[in-house]
């Protein structure tokens, strides 16, 4: 009844990625793919030098990764068995096809998981942080993108954002909260 947005496999966590028992998590990278900080610094921390090496050989194979592009690499250390890296984009304003490219970090994420047969993944925020693209605007972006792509998928069994920050959870929660209220 009513409309319903959000699919039960979608979930909202507060936490450090990193720490997350899924079978891939995600991480916010840069086109460099050579490690940075936020989440990205996290991730390649608590993981360890495996996860690196591999963005090296992608990085000589193929230059790096586009933003709204995504690659995959071991896990390392982490409890998840696979990284994801999607470059998300850094916010000018909202003319330049910033929605446009969150939204394909989302479903370019959730096809190479797919691809690897993930049944669980964990999302940050993507661009929240240092990229400054707008919370408030990001999260509905990121909820509808990975909507529609579980409207067409039966592999994946559980999607979580793992919030950091209080705004970005509250935002999600309500969103969240508020669909499934209107089933
Ligand atoms: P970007 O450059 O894409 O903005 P950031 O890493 O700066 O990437 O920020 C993206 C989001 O990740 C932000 O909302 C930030 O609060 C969050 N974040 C930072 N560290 C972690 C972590 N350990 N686990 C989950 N999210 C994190």
Request: net charge positive.
């Amino acid at each position: 009844m009513g409309k319903s947005k959000c699919d039960s496999r979608i979930k909202v966590m507060k936490g450090d990625i990193t720490q997350v028992k899924v079978d891939a998590i995600v991480n916010a990278a840069n086109n460099s793919l050579l490690g940075g900080g936020g989440v990205d610094g996290a991730i390649h921390r608590a993981g360890g030098k495996e996860i690196l090496e591999e963005c090296i050989k992608i990085r000589n194979k193929q230059g790096g990764c586009e933003t709204g592009q995504a690659v995959i690499t071991t896990a390392g250390k982490l409890p998840a068995k696979f990284v994801i890296h999607t470059v998300g984009p850094v916010w000018h304003g909202g003319n330049n096809g910033e929605e446009e490219l969150l939204k394909s970090c989302y479903q370019n994420s959730l096809k190479l998981a797919v691809e690897h047969k993930v049944k669980s993944i964990a999302f940050p925020n993507i661009s929240t942080g240092v990229y400054r693209f707008p919370k408030q605007l990001a999260a509905p972006i990121a909820i509808n993108t990975v909507s529609e792509f579980l409207k067409n998928d039966k592999t994946i069994q559980e999607i979580i954002f793992v919030c950091f920050d209080q705004e970005n959870f509250k935002l999600y929660s309500e969103i969240i909260n508020f669909s499934n209220l209107m089933k």
